[in-house]
């Protein structure tokens, strides 16, 4: 069974930093390309940022272009989305999700879903 466990979430001020952690167990991260999505009260859930299996291929929305950074280390089973100049639109639970599949910014594509991390950022 593959489970997905974030952590690194919090409350900063705007204009601060966060790093979001998602460890994956239950089987080799190798064989997934990990999304990055989050969901604001009343909102739909949205794509952040993706990244292929082996890191070669990233995607960001373009609304955390220039101030997100998503990487992984598959030695560690782990991905990471770095969180620099937060604005209060930034607000929201953070989820990571795999796919075993090609990078997809599409959110029924992906299988396997953490619980979520809040994320709150005050102005």
């Known amino acids: 069974q593959v489970q997905l466990v974030e952590s690194g979430g919090g409350w900063v001020q705007a204009g601060g930093s966060l790093r979001l952690s998602c460890t994956t167990s239950?089987?080799?991260?190798?064989?997934?390309?990990m999304g990055w999505f989050r969901q604001a009260p009343g909102k739909a859930r949205e794509f952040v940022a993706g990244i292929s299996w082996n890191g070669g291929r990233t995607n960001y929305a373009n609304s955390v272009k220039g101030r997100f950074t998503v990487s992984r280390d598959n030695a560690k089973n782990t991905t990471y989305l770095q969180m620099n100049y937060l604005q209060p639109d930034d607000t929201a639970v953070y989820y990571c999700?795999?796919?075993?599949?090609?990078?997809?910014?599409?959110?029924?594509?992906?299988?396997?879903w953490g619980q979520g991390t809040q994320v709150t950022v005050s102005s």
């Open positions: 999700a795999a796919v075993a599949a090609l990078l997809t910014t599409r959110i029924n594509d992906y299988e396997y």
């Open positions: 239950g089987r080799s991260i190798r064989d997934f390309a």
